[in-house]
């Protein structure tokens, strides 16, 4: 009897202006409930590859991309890149802080977090930061001083150092 009751509101309705839209809207909801929501373990182990690399890999990368930006410059023709890091990934651990109040004053003891992983407690890592660009020199024949210059203000934008530690040579 409620089913009814029901499909005759549905009929009734679906004269009204609107009407459609609202189908047309759950219909979609529907849908997107129903598909997968993605590939977790892909996105996890591609975040494991990148915390993967080493200092010297992450240099190597970021030189690859340079030259393939410098290339985009219409009067380059060949260039090298060379990066030197300032220094290497550093990171920040959770750590659990007591402060003990003497008479000597205050006395803070910090111990770090440690969390089971697959190859047993391992530091809690809150934040990870990349490794620091030194300098970067780029080797690019015949370029005009405008090319070097224009150069100078990519590898500025890029890598966010000042300009004297950017080294362009013809």
Same mark, same amino acid.
């Given at each position: 009897?409620?089913?009814?009751? +029901?499909?005759?509101? $549905?009929?009734?309705?679906?004269?009204?202006?609107?009407? @459609?839209?609202?189908? %047309?809207?759950? %219909? *979609?909801?529907? %849908?997107?409930?129903?598909?997968?929501?993605?590939?977790?373990?892909?996105?996890?182990?591609?975040?494991?590859?990148?915390? *993967?690399? /080493?200092?010297?890999?992450?240099?190597? +990368?970021?030189?690859?991309?340079?030259? &393939?930006?410098?290339?985009?410059?219409?009067?380059?023709?060949?260039?090298?890149?060379?990066?030197? +890091?300032?220094?290497?990934? @550093?990171?920040?651990?959770?750590?659990?802080?007591?402060?003990?109040? /003497?008479?000597?004053?205050?006395? /803070?003891?910090?111990?770090?977090?440690?969390?089971?992983?697959?190859?047993?407690? +391992?530091?809690?890592? $809150?934040?990870?930061?990349?490794?620091?660009? *030194?300098?970067?020199?780029?080797?690019?024949?015949?370029? #005009?001083?405008?090319?070097?210059? &224009?150069?100078?203000?990519?590898?500025?934008?890029?890598?966010?150092?000042?300009?004297? &530690?950017? #080294?362009?040579? /013809?």
């Amino acid at each position: 009897m409620q089913s009814d009751n +029901l499909l005759k509101k $549905i009929k009734a309705a679906s004269g009204k202006k609107g009407f @459609s839209f609202i189908i %047309v809207g759950i %219909v *979609a909801a529907v %849908v997107l409930l129903l598909l997968p929501a993605g590939d977790k373990e892909a996105a996890e182990s591609a975040s494991e590859d990148a915390r *993967a690399l /080493t200092s010297a890999e992450y240099c190597a +990368l970021l030189e690859q991309k340079a030259e &393939r930006l410098i290339y985009e410059l219409p009067e380059v023709k060949s260039c090298s890149v060379f990066i030197t +890091l300032e220094s290497g990934y @550093s990171y920040i651990y959770a750590t659990d802080q007591h402060i003990n109040e /003497t008479d000597q004053g205050k006395q /803070t003891d910090k111990t770090i977090v440690l969390a089971d992983g697959e190859n047993g407690e +391992l530091p809690l890592v $809150i934040e990870e930061k990349m490794p620091k660009i *030194a300098g970067v020199a780029v080797v690019c024949g015949k370029a #005009s001083y405008e090319t070097q210059y &224009r150069i100078i203000e990519l590898m500025c934008a890029l890598f966010d150092i000042k300009s004297n &530690r950017i #080294s362009v040579q /013809t």
